[in-house]
């Protein structure tokens, strides 16, 4: 019998479709410490970004056929090895594309109208200070006119494009793979109406010239994509946000750069020391933070269970 295991958890839906398919699905956490042990035990092991299977613990599992990826990123896992050794890697760039992009919105009007800041005071002041907190927190602004810069065209990358447009953005995307997208946005289905754009890829160095607000939708591991090097060539008052890994932005460069006023405000759904951010980064009242959430909503690890279970059935069938 197939044997999974799902360290890291896995919604019921895909649950459901691999015990029909009548495989032994274990969903009990194995600590990491305690992988290289138990691990050859397994066919196939789930994970999500807390479980890392590196290359020793590839090593230690030879009877392991497939490492599946509940998510997008892929960087906890040495994928070029596991592949060397046969082994088959999946994870599932579509199922949360989606709300990782209404996330990377919900920061932005988060930081549009200052709810970050708001939400911190008004419990403490609001009923001490309202004036001076409503006087303080009427200087915000509307999305619609503003140019949106993506960094990454992918999925997640064309889910905020289409947000964007549907607020009234103009978008500039850089993506050295795309040379151009065709963009439908849709009205609710009620509706039956659909506007279409394309969009021309430009330049890394026209979407930091142009952007009055940069999203990130690049894999990690690659080092700082923006750096001092890069905040420099910015509008004055940028707005960053980054919801794909920690490490895309130079961190110490962030905080240099909200120091000066250079950035406006940021949004952070990741940080380069998770699960232990910087607290520097957690209390700066301009920026707005969540713990790597993105992919986190009912519906998306709906659609990352049914869309593994689907892949892994696939393979054994």
């Known amino acids: 019998m197939i044997k999974i295991l799902a360290n890291d958890g896995i919604h019921a839906d895909g649950k459901l479709l691999l015990e029909d398919a009548g495989y032994e699905l274990h ?7 305690e992988l290289p042990s138990k691990l050859n035990e397994y066919d196939v092991i789930i994970v999500r970004s807390a479980t890392k299977v590196r290359k020793d613990l590839i090593d230690q599992a030879p009877n392991l056929k497939i490492i599946a990826r509940a998510g997008v990123g892929l960087d906890n896992i040495d994928v070029e090895y596991a592949q060397e050794k046969g082994i ?17 919105f919900a920061h932005i009007f988060s930081i549009a109208r200052f709810l970050n800041n708001s939400h911190r005071e008004m419990p403490v002041k609001g009923n001490t200070d309202f004036k001076k907190l409503k006087k303080a927190y009427s200087g915000g602004f509307e999305l619609k006119g503003k140019t949106l810069g993506i960094v990454g065209l992918g999925r997640i990358g064309r889910e905020a494009a289409r947000i964007g447009l549907a607020m009234g953005m103009k978008v500039l995307a850089a993506d050295p ?32 010239k142009g952007s ?4 990130l939708h690049v894999p990690g591991g690659q080092g700082a994509l923006i750096g001092k090097e890069e ?13 794909a890994r ?10 240099e750069g909200l120091e000066s006023g250079k950035i406006l405000a940021a949004g952070l759904d990741v940080f380069e020391g998770e699960p232990t951010p910087k607290q520097e980064l957690l209390e700066h009242p301009r920026i707005s933070v969540s713990p790597h959430i993105g992919a986190s909503t009912n519906e998306a690890q709906a659609n990352i269970g049914r869309e593994l279970a689907d892949k892994i059935i696939e393979f054994f069938q």
Request: a negative charge.
């Open 231 to 243: 905040l420099d060539q910015m509008k004055d008052g940028i707005v960053l946000v980054n919801a």
């Open 88 to 104: 088959k890697v999946i994870n599932t760039p579509a199922a949360s594309s989606l709300s990782v992009a209404e996330l990377v």
């Open 27 to 33: 969903t009990e956490k194995i600590p990491q410490d």
């Open 212 to 215: 009055d607000i940069i999203t």
């Open 246 to 255: 920690g490490g895309v932005i130079d961190e110490t460069v962030l905080l």
């Open 177 to 208: 793979m795309v040379d151009e997208v065709d963009i439908e946005v849709k009205l609710f289905d009620t509706y039956g109406v659909t506007a279409s754009a394309k969009i021309d890829t430009v330049s890394m160095k026209d979407l930091l």
